[in-house]
């Protein structure tokens, strides 16, 4: 660790230097991770409006509307796209300098995630105080939820990374991870909440979400945030969180040892 710590301001100015580099594809993608929770928030106010009552299973709109703000936050956190590009790293052979180097190539990785997310920060920050400004959403919270949400919004964030990474292991048998990507955005988008809160979605969809990572991901920070769970239900949570963070650090140690051994592309 002691070694990670040293390279990584390297890493991290490398990375920093690549992203300046392609600044018009990462507004857009900043904006993409707006843009669906936005499309989300419009459709159930107009559900809500459509029903002609005042909220959906305990929603209205101004919660909703700090529901989705909170998703647009967890979900920049939480973004990774190795399970996308993996494929493309094996397949060319780029992987092999990556593996040369004296540390694991996860820790690259993580430098290009960090420093995305600070470089997109500076677009992301004024649009998402637009939205509070127009949306005006609702939170009922104190001292307790911020004690408990914000570890929760930095667990599910590497929660999200180190999932996402092992998925992409993948590429290791099956160079294509396309539609891995597409399977693990598809259960954060059912199981996790980004599709709606999960408290007002069908029982079984909850039950099944309740054994999967991505419910701890995305819905439960973003309903600790809220002001909508409990202490006793924070503290599941978090224990959790740390079930799966644990989990998949026993499983990415297993998987990537296996991984390396099936390597054998020849670089270009």
């Known amino acids: 660790?002691?070694?990670?710590?040293?390279?990584?301001?390297?890493?991290?100015?490398?990375?920093?230097?690549?992203?300046?580099?392609?600044?018009?594809?990462?507004?857009?993608?900043?904006?993409?991770?707006?843009?669906?929770?936005a499309?989300?928030?419009?459709?159930?106010?107009?559900a809500v409006a459509g029903t002609g009552g005042t909220d959906i299973k305990g929603f209205a709109p101004s919660d909703f509307a700090a529901y989705f703000l909170l998703t647009m936050v967890i979900g920049h956190l939480g973004t990774a796209w190795d399970v996308y590009e993996m494929g493309y790293m094996v397949r060319s052979g780029r992987m092999s300098t990556r593996l040369l180097r004296p540390l694991l190539p996860i820790w690259s990785s993580v430098a290009d995630?960090?420093?995305?997310?600070?470089?997109?920060?500076?677009?992301?920050?004024p649009v998402w105080m637009i939205v509070v400004w127009v949306t005006r959403p609702t939170f009922n919270?104190?001292?307790?939820?911020?004690?408990?949400?914000?570890?929760a919004v930095l667990l599910a964030s590497v929660l999200s990374y180190l999932w996402g990474y092992i998925l992409a292991l993948v590429?290791?048998?099956?160079?294509?991870?396309?539609?891995?990507?597409e399977v693990w955005f598809g259960m954060s988008l059912f199981f996790g909440g980004r599709l709606a809160p999960l408290t007002i979605m069908p029982p079984i969809l909850q039950w099944?979400?309740?054994?999967l990572p991505a419910k701890w991901i995305v819905w439960f920070p973003a309903a600790a945030l809220m002001g909508r769970l409990s202490i006793p239900e924070m503290t599941w949570g978090l224990l959790m969180q740390a079930f799966w963070l644990v989990g998949g650090l026993v499983v990415f140690r297993f998987t990537w040892r296996a991984a390396v051994k099936r390597y054998t592309a020849v670089g270009i």
């Open 171 to 181: 590429a290791f048998w099956t160079t294509k991870t396309e539609g891995v990507g």
């Open 141 to 151: 919270i104190g001292w307790a939820q911020l004690v408990y949400g914000l570890p």
């Open 113 to 125: 995630n960090v420093a995305y997310k600070l470089l997109t920060l500076t677009i992301l920050i």
């Open 208 to 211: 099944i979400a309740a054994f």
């Open 39 to 46: 499309v989300a928030l419009a459709m159930w106010g107009a």
């Open 1 to 37: 660790m002691r070694t990670v710590l040293a390279v990584m301001p390297a890493f991290m100015r490398v990375s920093l230097a690549t992203m300046f580099q392609y600044r018009a594809e990462i507004v857009l993608w900043a904006v993409w991770g707006v843009v669906y929770p």
